[in-house]
């Protein structure tokens, strides 16, 4: 009896993929009306992030957040609850001619720093990381801080974010 096998198309073309959407994981930390930030620099001067980055290959996104925290806070922190999920297309906002041609999904969780745990410049930071900083959120919206629209969430000294998915916001 003679088989004959049809050679099938992949459904993805080979590495690299013209075009890819990254995925990430990053921590809200909330202490006594403050924030925990990633505090960085660029030719226009400090602005703050959310701690975390991006998820690698066969990586979980619990996994990514321990990884990413450790590095940038000296911190593995554990994920809470998911608080939020936002995508950054990188075109349509601030750092466009930077990140044109950058898309990223964030998986954002709630955590909470380990009892008597300080948080500081990990020995891994990001390349343009200068240090760690606790925003206050009262003042959250006097700095230059991203993503730009939990300014438009706080709530009694803490973040209230609704609803679950943001869509494409900076």
């Avoid at 030719?43 to 996994?63: K, M, S, V």
């Avoid at 994920?79 to 349509?92: D, Q, S």
């Avoid at 003042?139 to 009694?156: I, N, Q, S, T, Y």
């Amino acid at each position: 009896m003679r088989i004959n096998v049809v050679p099938q198309t992949p459904l993805m073309p080979p590495p690299p993929y013209p075009q890819t959407v990254r995925t990430a994981a990053r921590a809200v930390v909330v202490r006594d009306g403050r924030l925990l930030a990633i505090a960085m620099r660029d030719n226009e001067g400090e602005f703050f992030i959310l701690p975390g980055g991006g998820q690698r290959h066969g990586e979980t996104l619990a996994e990514t957040l321990r990884r990413e925290t450790g590095e940038e806070i000296g911190i593995a922190l554990e994920p809470g609850p998911l608080l939020y999920v936002r995508e950054y297309i990188g075109k349509n906002h601030t750092f466009a001619t930077e990140h044109k041609n950058f898309h990223q999904v964030e998986v954002v969780f709630r955590c909470v720093l380990p009892a008597g745990a300080e948080p500081k410049a990990g020995a891994q930071r990001d390349r343009r990381q200068v240090g760690v900083a606790w925003l206050e959120l009262a003042k959250l919206g006097d700095c230059r801080f991203f993503p730009a629209f939990l300014k438009k969430c706080v709530r009694d000294g803490d973040l209230a974010v609704e609803p679950l998915y943001w869509g494409d916001l900076n």
